[in-house]
């Protein structure tokens, strides 16, 4: 049995799977319910200041968009920051971590961009015994138009200013959450480093409108005829978010510093690609919304199933194992040379890999051959591009496989074993030197 | 052999509530949800094979994209625009025969898209919420049709004709139009008198007369009709029967399937209706699946079907065999009729021989005998044509049937053909369908050359 335990920042938690700051964790009920459930740590709901609480719409806070059979890809929310009274929040906060002492209790914390905000919410979190801070810098909805959370998460010297205050009036760990609604993740990132924080969390949400309600043209969730961008979420959002890790996990001025990656993990799959990619722990918040706690447990299960299948004894074992292969389009090995393989006796002949390369690609892959319906790559018109793998609906069916000899049907060069990219490639005008 | 109890033959088997559940759709159509689950399953293939099994072409991937996209009204639309009569066909095709055999999801998981029922949500869709009719009649032409014959082939090529601009006028013999829609399909696939709704759905399109209790060759001839008309379009169907051929034939309880259940769907009152409490039907095609599955569900209790041949030569598709015998009907293969016995002028037994195929493939008796009870026995041996209305108009037939062009012309330069009554092809609704659009556009070609 592989070992799931994690140490992030010295915070431990039995597994790296995190609730990530949102509805799910805004009281005990739930968060207990959480840990009952086998989750490794919370992040609980973001604070605001001591004081009247926010006020949340009574009309609809989420929009969605799905896949077929209704299945949630993207979520999308107007909900703020906690709503709830501070005192409350901070006994609650007390409480649990008390009662849970063997998981991750992180506070996501969202004040004014004033030196004493900060000086004042933090000593009294740092008394619940919670094991960290989470800087809520990214929220894009609401909060943003009072001058704090994205709107600091997008410049980057706020963001190492609030860092350094918060290193300096609180020993707890300092992870801040970034958002990804900015140019170039590095600079957010760069400052969190610069300014003392102990870790990143990534990514926020997404700045979006869901759809348009075409009865009474006002985009969805509407409230009263209106509505405004919220903020996106959920397995659509999963893509940008990892590139955003691994940007930031290979940039040379924040390599090693700790990630908590976020965005649209679903199952242990997504969550391994996330570690790979050198996230130390995993923040899940729509799959929860989705389906309950209980999907934790497939979560740990099969992560657990997958590393003893694979001899990883730990986490740190893969940990980051992809981030050296995170490279930039211009090192790319151009002399690698696929051809799509159509499995025939998985092939069901519904024909979209045929009509998405003839409408849209390269005209590679038959419809008929002698009067029968066949769907065959020829090589000779395949450029490799994996586009019908991608349309096929069966798994495996179509495949990439290498051409290692002889030579290229399609341009009818030899196959090069060595590797040579666009840097000194004789097209590029630019090139570093030149070709043989 | 003498019978050993009087036949018992009469109404009222059932209570009034088993007859209404009996007779409800047998099919229930898809909730809402139930078709937006179904219409994800389909993969829009290209070039889709299901679409090339529909005998009227239907864009099967479009319209249950359309499903998807929250319009099955539009999704209705483009099926009307390949089959005007695609709510019935939803209800009466064979599907497991035609597009959801070839639909790849069937190969590739065994279970396919269910077309059928997503067409008939389109449909039913569609007509529930009375949306102007979908198709706008060309301005008038100022030509004449006359289609003889208000059944599927009838009406399609009705419609096809009246939205091009021309004028036309539908005979039928009977006293409802929409033939074996009407009168022919068993009850509990066209419930809530469907068949009516579809003519007067059809009928929208304007430029349609229908003239009915007027038989081809009583109250109209063919002479008069090519000599009054531009074209002329035959959708007869086969209004006769096989016989059995035996001694008895004549006697009270031998009855033409397609009689009982032509009577069983024009009856008020189900309960009135007689049934048998001992049935067999001689046949193996979907007359006589409907005959026996429906006298079942009057209150018969012991129901055989008795085939000649095998069950892969059963012209009834394994999916309708499978209804009949999870409706508690038997099923007896290579047994063929050969007496019926008669007492007081009715019938209560008949004498089967066993059946075999000889050296050369050819049927045979094996001389051993079969004698099952039967209060009523049904004859669904095959319909028939008859070319007697036609006298006198030198049409070219072919084993009865009339011969027909593939744009569907006879030999005759004024009139054309389809549906059951032509040569060839097989006898379905969907493809009496596609019989009349064919020869509406082939009609329209030549009148308007």
């Not at chain 2, 209790?213 to 096989?242: H, I, S, W």
């Not at chain 2, 005759?412 to 969907?430: E, F, M, S, Y």
């Amino acid at each position: 049995m592989a070992d799931l335990s994690t140490n992030f920042l010295g915070i431990k938690s039995p597994n790296p799977f995190w609730l990530a700051s949102a509805p799910p964790t805004d009281k005990a009920y739930n968060v207990e319910r959480a840990f009952e459930a086998g989750w490794g740590g919370v992040v609980w709901k973001t604070l605001g200041e001591a004081g009247p609480p926010v006020v949340n719409v009574n009309g609809p806070r989420y929009g969605a968009i799905w896949g077929p059979d209704r299945r949630l890809l993207g979520l999308n929310n107007i909900e703020l920051i906690t709503d709830r009274d501070l005192e409350v929040n901070l006994r609650e906060i007390t409480d649990v971590k008390r009662r849970w002492p063997d998981r991750a209790m992180i506070v996501s914390i969202m004040v004014p961009c004033e030196e004493q905000s900060w000086k004042g919410i933090l000593p009294r979190v740092e008394d619940t015994g919670a094991d960290g801070i989470e800087l809520n810098f990214g929220c894009p909805h609401g909060m943003s138009e009072r001058g704090m959370g994205a709107a600091v998460g997008q410049v980057p010297e706020y963001i190492q200013m609030v860092a350094e205050w918060c290193k300096h009036y609180s020993k707890m760990p300092v992870i801040v959450k970034l958002t990804p609604n900015i140019t170039d993740i590095r600079y957010p990132a760069r400052a969190a480093k610069a300014g003392g924080a102990d870790a990143v969390s990534l990514i926020n949400t997404i700045s979006s409108i869901v759809s348009v309600d075409l009865d009474n043209f006002a985009p969805v969730p509407t409230i009263d005829g209106k509505g405004s961008h919220g903020g996106y979420c959920g397995p659509a959002v999963k893509p940008i978010a990892l590139n955003m890790v691994a940007e930031i996990a290979r940039d040379p001025a924040t390599r090693g510093l700790p990630i908590s990656g976020i965005g649209g993990i679903q199952t242990w799959r997504d969550a391994a690609e996330y570690i790979a990619l050198g996230c130390g722990t995993v923040q899940v918040c729509t799959a929860a919304m989705t389906y309950g706690f209980k999907i934790v447990q497939e979560m740990a299960q099969g992560l657990s199933d997958w590393m003893d299948e694979k001899g990883y004894a730990t986490i740190a074992d893969f940990q980051g194992r992809a981030v050296p292969n995170v490279t930039d389009w211009q090192y790319l090995n151009l002399n690698y040379i696929t051809k799509a393989r159509i499995d025939q006796d998985l092939c069901i002949k519904c024909g979209r890999c045929h009509i998405a390369c003839e409408d849209t690609s390269h005209q590679a892959i038959t419809a008929m051959v002698d009067g029968v319906r066949h769907f065959e790559v020829m090589d000779d018109e395949c450029v490799g591009c994996n586009l019908c793998v991608n349309v096929c609906p069966v798994d495996d069916c179509i495949t990439m496989v290498e051409m290692t000899q002889g030579s290229d049907p399609r341009t009818g060069r030899p196959i090069d074993p060595a590797y040579a990219n666009w840097t000194t490639h004789p097209n590029n005008p630019m090139a570093k030197q030149a070709a043989e | 052999m003498t019978a050993t109890q009087p036949g018992d033959v009469r109404a009222h088997r059932l209570s009034s509530a088993d007859y209404a559940d009996n007779f409800s759709d047998i099919h229930p159509p898809l909730t809402p949800h139930e078709a937006l689950v179904e219409a994800d399953r389909c993969y829009f293939c290209y070039d889709a094979p299901c679409m090339t099994a529909c005998p009227t072409s239907i864009d099967i991937p479009m319209f249950i994209r359309k499903i998807q996209a929250g319009n099955p009204a539009g999704a209705a639309k483009t099926i009307f625009a390949q089959n005007i009569l695609g709510g019935m066909c939803a209800r009466v095709c064979p599907t497991e025969t035609l597009c959801e055999e070839v639909c790849v999801r069937e190969i590739a998981e065994g279970k396919p898209v269910k077309i059928g029922l997503l067409q008939r949500h389109a449909t039913d869709t569609f007509m529930e919420r009375e949306e102007p009719h979908p198709f706008v009649r060309a301005a008038p032409t100022g030509r004449r049709i006359a289609v003889v014959g208000a059944g599927p082939a009838g009406l399609s090529c009705a419609h096809r004709l009246a939205s091009h601009g021309h004028d036309v006028t539908v005979y039928d013999a009977r006293e409802k139009a929409g033939g074996l829609n009407e009168y022919g399909i068993a009850a509990y696939k066209t419930t809530n008198d469907f068949a009516q709704d579809e003519v007067e759905f059809i009928l929208q399109i304007g430029g349609i007369t229908i003239e009915t209790g007027k038989a081809l060759g009583r109250d109209v001839t063919l002479e008069r009709l090519t000599a009054e008309f531009d074209a002329v379009f035959l959708g007869l169907g086969l209004p006769g029967v096989n016989p059995l051929g035996l001694d008895g034939e004549t006697a009270r309880g031998v009855i033409d399937a397609v009689d009982f259940i032509a009577v069983l769907r024009q009856v008020e009152d189900l309960s009135a209706l007689e049934v048998g409490r001992r049935i067999v039907v001689i046949g193996g095609g979907m007359t006589a699946i409907d005959a026996a599955v429906q006298s079942k569900l009057l209150g018969a209790e012991e129901v055989t079907i008795a085939y000649r041949r095998g069950q892969e030569h059963m012209n009834a598709s394994l999916y309708e065999q499978e209804l009949a015998q999870t409706h508690g009907v038997v099923i007896r293969h290579w047994l063929a009729p050969k007496s019926l016995h008669v007492s007081d002028g009715a019938v209560f037994a008949i004498t089967l021989e066993k059946t075999t195929l000889d050296g050369d493939g050819k049927l045979a008796g094996t001389g051993e005998l079969v004698t099952l009870e039967a209060d009523q026995v049904f004859k669904a041996i095959g319909q028939t044509p008859d070319a007697g209305p036609l006298a006198g108009v030198p049409i070219e037939l072919e084993k009865g049937r009339i011969r027909v062009s593939a744009e569907r012309r006879t030999s005759h330069p004024k009139i054309w053909a389809g549906g059951d009554c032509v040569a060839g092809g097989d006898d379905l609704t969907v493809v009496s369908v596609e019989d009349g659009k064919i020869a509406a556009e082939s009609i329209h070609k030549a009148l308007m050359a």
